[in-house]
């Protein structure tokens, strides 16, 4: 997945190769922690720019990560504030 993520372009359009921007399912099922903890300790030696390359990807997953929940907790802000504001001006 952070190889996928490391590689991807950024956005909606596909990007080059022919590769589709990373799905949020996909994004929100990467446990950032255990992959960071495999790419740093893995069963056989990575080339030192394949780690790096696969770190960068994790982090680009964790910043979407990041990006969805500040989004998520807008929008719920956002309906709360409609339903409070209508709950003010309607006759109980």
Known sequence: MSRLAATVAKGNAVGKGGLRPLTRKAVQD?????????????GAPLALRLQSSLLFGVSRVFAQQCTYVLSDAEKIQSDMMTFFRVLQTSEL
């Open 30 to 42: 990467v446990n950032v922690p255990k992959a960071c903890a495999t790419i740093i300790d893995p």
